[in-house]
């Protein structure tokens, strides 16, 4: 068996508008975009990158914003919440700053023995703030939020699956383990320092998700240069049908549809997104892999307004 995964390399969401989008993540949460691109799969619609000032695995929150998506519907087979880890004593910071920035939020409450924020960014996605005391050093110093209140990248996922146990048993052969239980939710984490941590909810009576904007398009797992071909042979023998390697520039993907319906990349680390652009120059423009670079014309003609 190849290596353990440490966790979650980087979830990719479906929004609506590109300027709200960015607006919401870089001002509101204070995220970094670290890189402006397109759907590789779809050159009519922005790719953006939100993450730590170098874009760290385990930090990046992505988005394809179609100016024209209809809502979703989250639901089974889906990643339902994606989970934000932020320091112990910033709860009522952020509840102050969701307030004052007209955020629909719920009530804050306790699982697990961890403080949860839930929130809903502009399009719905289900969003929440996982607040405790073993959190990385702060390494976002441009964030308009103060360096010992901002987020330090994923704590994890929620999976709302119509039954847990297969999908639960592909993330043993990844390296997770169950750490707790209770109702119909089943924690299990990694190794990792960031994004260790998916959560299973099954809810055989939820209704299937429909893709649209405040979706959850996939979930993206670490995985190492050297193994991913591995990986992809341990998929194949789980009984699922993972894609060949694609190159996306910036990280090597293989992808699969787990036995509960939700997409699930297996991404490598480098070459990382500083691999054309400089540090402190990440996501100021737009970047295409050199496989795009000679239709850039065409496609920055059909791409919405987007000022950053």
Same mark, same amino acid.
């Given at each position: 068996?190849?290596?353990?995964?440490?966790?979650?390399?980087?979830?990719?969401?479906?929004?609506?508008?590109?300027?709200?989008?960015?607006?919401?993540?870089?001002?509101?949460?204070?995220?970094?975009?670290?890189?402006?691109?397109?759907?590789?799969?779809?050159?009519?619609?922005?790719?953006?990158?939100?993450?730590?000032?170098?874009?760290?695995?385990?930090?990046?929150?992505?988005?394809f914003p179609y100016t024209d998506a209809r809502r979703g519907q989250a639901g089974?087979?889906?990643?339902?919440?994606?989970?934000?880890?932020?320091?112990?004593?910033?709860?009522?910071?952020?509840?102050?700053?969701?307030?004052?920035?007209?955020?629909?939020?719920?009530?804050?409450?306790?699982?697990?023995?961890?403080?949860?924020?839930?929130? =809903?960014?502009? &399009?719905? !996605?289900?969003? $929440?703030?996982?607040?405790?005391?073993?959190?990385? *050093?702060?390494?976002?110093? +441009? /964030?308009?939020?103060?360096?010992?209140?901002?987020?330090?990248?994923?704590?994890?996922?929620?999976?709302?699956?119509?039954?847990?146990?297969?999908?639960?048993?592909?993330?043993?052969?990844?390296?997770?383990?169950?750490?707790?239980?209770?109702?119909?939710?089943?924690?299990?984490?990694?190794?990792?320092?960031?994004?260790?941590?998916?959560?299973?909810?099954e809810d055989p009576h939820a209704p299937r998700g429909q893709p649209g904007a405040?979706?959850?398009?996939?979930?993206?797992?670490?995985?190492?240069?050297?193994?991913?071909? =591995?990986?992809? &042979?341990? !998929?194949?023998? $789980?009984?699922?049908?993972?894609?060949?390697?694609? *190159?996306?520039?910036?990280? +090597? /993907?293989?992808?699969?549809?787990?036995?509960?319906?939700?997409?699930?990349?297996?991404?490598?680390?480098?070459?990382?997104?500083?691999?054309?652009?400089?540090?402190?120059?990440?996501?100021?423009?737009?970047?295409?892999?050199?496989?795009?670079?000679?239709?850039?014309?065409?496609?920055?003609?059909?791409?919405?307004?987007?000022?950053?």
């Amino acid at each position: 068996m190849p290596t353990p995964i440490p966790g979650i390399h980087h979830v990719t969401a479906i929004g609506s508008d590109p300027s709200r989008n960015y607006e919401f993540y870089t001002e509101t949460l204070g995220l970094r975009l670290v890189k402006q691109s397109v759907n590789q799969d779809d050159v009519s619609v922005y790719h953006l990158f939100y993450a730590d000032h170098e874009g760290s695995p385990g930090t990046s929150m992505t988005f394809f914003p179609y100016t024209d998506a209809r809502r979703g519907q989250a639901g089974q087979g889906q990643a339902t919440d994606v989970a934000f880890l932020i320091p112990a004593g910033s709860v009522d910071f952020w509840t102050d700053r969701l307030d004052d920035a007209g955020v629909e939020r719920g009530e804050t409450h306790e699982r697990f023995g961890d403080t949860v924020i839930p929130f =809903e960014d502009p &399009d719905g !996605l289900g969003l $929440e703030l996982v607040a405790r005391e073993d959190v990385p *050093d702060p390494n976002l110093p +441009e /964030s308009p939020v103060p360096d010992e209140h901002t987020i330090r990248g994923f704590f994890g996922v929620t999976l709302t699956l119509e039954s847990a146990e297969p999908t639960a048993n592909l993330l043993e052969t990844m390296g997770f383990s169950e750490t707790a239980s209770a109702n119909d939710r089943t924690r299990y984490e990694s190794s990792g320092e960031l994004g260790y941590v998916v959560d299973l909810l099954e809810d055989p009576h939820a209704p299937r998700g429909q893709p649209g904007a405040g979706t959850v398009h996939h979930v993206a797992f670490q995985v190492t240069a050297d193994e991913q071909a =591995e990986w992809r &042979d341990v !998929l194949q023998a $789980e009984g699922l049908r993972p894609t060949e390697i694609i *190159d996306r520039k910036w990280f +090597e /993907s293989v992808y699969a549809r787990e036995h509960g319906g939700v997409l699930f990349e297996f991404a490598t680390k480098e070459p990382g997104y500083t691999v054309d652009e400089d540090l402190d120059e990440l996501g100021e423009r737009l970047v295409l892999p050199e496989w795009l670079e000679d239709r850039r014309e065409e496609i920055e003609g059909g791409l919405p307004d987007l000022d950053v």
